[in-house]
């Protein structure tokens, strides 16, 4: 690490996210570093090692200061947030107002005024965090839910700039966002910018909807015209770094662990793989619920085979997340005390953080993987399993509720919220011929190839770069 001058060139990227790619290990000597979770930093941080720029962001912590340092050749400047602030700001209106609103409405979204007020707050530090360093006409390119504001933020203090703006999450049909008390405000600051992107299609629509109802703004098509200046509204899926998964996951290395993982769990069992942020979103619950039925039925059984479920901890301090975490654990608790032997686990549950190199591990030994969302805007775990099978074998089981549903149409769909659905899906799962094993997965292959997270970036970039529309 190194500190930095903190000035940045014309040329130089921004990208401003609620977290900074990386964040110093509790109790670890100086120096050590371990990558933050979600996609979102799985997306941006290969982007910027590969390219250089700078990354505004939040350290992890409570606390801290507003140094910036070098990482990897990116520069990062840290924003400071208070504990006091974190619980407003990240757990409260981002988290529990934001995120369950925004996610078809999964549990009750809240909604109070001092966590409106703090984040109205927190923006505008990110923003005048940019504006301290930006050079005139820099491109920022500010992410996710966390910072809606800053666009129009930046955009009064710093007409200069060609600002834009991608949403990692889902944005909501019009009947769920219209309940929001700051809708208006929200869709002011996103108007801020030059380009707004979204996952899908859908969820573009949603938006354009959104502010010709409660805005100023109109257009037709994906263009928008708000206070004197046009915008774009468009999809811009995003993507991994297919090549490094693909390269990672065709290692000698990466090959003989993935069989050692299979001789541990039983050569002859299927392996029925789950890698997910600890998300009341993810449909963990469901998931093991639909396999406790096919177990039930003797569809399967514990001898041909078992669960592996990976689950990053996640939000912690949100209660509905601690509720989440005892849930799952007590269902993978009840499922294996029914249908495990000694020996013979049903459901193996790893609750931590794993390096790339050990997802990719599992990823190669899983015969099947399970996705299965209530509501995603994405799903990059979807595409990095896929980008990971170089033999061309395995079956994707994909909830229709993930964005990555919309590219990855090879996969097995299946409707999350119904367990007998999903428990005949898991069985035709792990009897698919491998034959159509690998018709589908060669299909899914070359998308994610055609379209990974460079094209993704360039492609956004590259309008970002345009005249603005007539
Ligand atoms: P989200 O952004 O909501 O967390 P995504 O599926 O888009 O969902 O991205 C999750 C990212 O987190 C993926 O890159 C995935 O590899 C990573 N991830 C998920 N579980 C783990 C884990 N246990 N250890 C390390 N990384 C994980
Ligand atoms: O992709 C959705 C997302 O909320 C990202 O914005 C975030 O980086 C990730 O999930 C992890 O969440 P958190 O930063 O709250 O741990």
New binding site residues.
Partial sequence: MALATATTSRDSLIVVANRLPVHRVRGGSVGEWETS????V?ALYPLLRERGGWWVGWSGSAGGDARVFEHEGISLRPVPLSRGELEHFYEGFSNETLWPLYHDALRTAQFHRDWWRTYVEINSRFAEAVCSLAAPGSAVWVHDYHLQLVPGMLRSSRPDLRIGFFL??PFPPIELFGRLPWRREILEGLLGADVVGFQTRLMAQNFLRAARAYTRARGAGSVLHFGGRSLRVLPFPIS?DVDEFGRIAAEPGTLARAAGLRRRIGENRKIILG???L?Y??GIDVRLRAFEEVLRRGDLTTRGACMVQ???P?RGGVDEYAAMRRLVEQTVGHINGEYGEPGRVAVHY?H?????DD?IVYYRAADVMMVTPLR???????K?YVASRPDETGVLVLSEFAGAASELRQAVGVNPFDVDGMAGALVRACSMPEREQRHRMRAMRRRVRAYDLYAWAESFLGVLAEDPPG
């Fill in positions: 979770p979600g996609g979102l799985t990692h999450i991994i890698v997910d942020r998300d979103t993810k990976v689950a990053v996640s790893l931590r953080n794993l390096s790339r997802l995603d805007g994405m799903n990059l775990v979807a990095e």
